[in-house]
């Protein structure tokens, strides 16, 4: 349970830069919300699924995010070396987030658009990393 609950945290964390950091520099913060409803809308269409209005695909994107960037982060487990697994994990998925959209057909300029823009993706990433690393590792503590 500390791993998952870390997980979730991190994947909070993570979320939460984003979200915050996109209104206040919409000229070069990582957009992984349009990564997301890119995502979702190229599934819906390979299921002959109907397309969610903006506001409803938004929606989805966000609670997805928050699910899958939390079961990964859970991968950091807990103990003494959550802390370093969720700093690799956290930078690995950084890198990913930067490299991998452009050859998914998703598009690069989200995480990709301007040097700023890929540091970021990484950086926070990494901070949610560090996020669920702590967290994991402090009541897999409070459980012995």
């Known amino acids: 349970m500390p791993a998952l609950l870390g997980g979730m945290a991190g994947a909070v964390a ?3 830069l984003h979200e915050t950091v996109r209104r206040l520099r919409p000229e070069d913060a990582p957009r992984m919300d ?3 409803m890119r995502g979702l809308r ?3 269409a390979k299921a002959d699924a109907p397309q969610p209005d903006e506001e409803t695909a938004y929606g989805l994107t966000m ?9 990964c982060y859970s991968l950091v487990g807990t103990g003494k ?8 994990l956290g930078l690995a998925a950084g890198i990913g ?3 991998l959209p452009g050859p998914l057909g998703l598009g690069e300029g989200p995480s990709n658009r301007t040097p700023q823009t890929k ?3 990484v950086a926070w990433y990494t901070v949610g990393g560090i996020v669920a690393g702590v967290v994991a590792q402090q009541l897999s503590k409070e459980n012995v």
């Open 14 to 16: 993570l979320t939460v």
């Open 34 to 36: 349009v990564l997301g």
């Open 42 to 44: 190229k599934l819906l």
């Open 63 to 71: 609670l997805g995010d928050l699910v899958s960037n939390g079961l």
């Open 81 to 88: 070396g959550a802390l370093g697994r969720g700093t690799a």
């Open 97 to 99: 987030g930067v490299v």
């Open 119 to 121: 540091a970021m993706t």
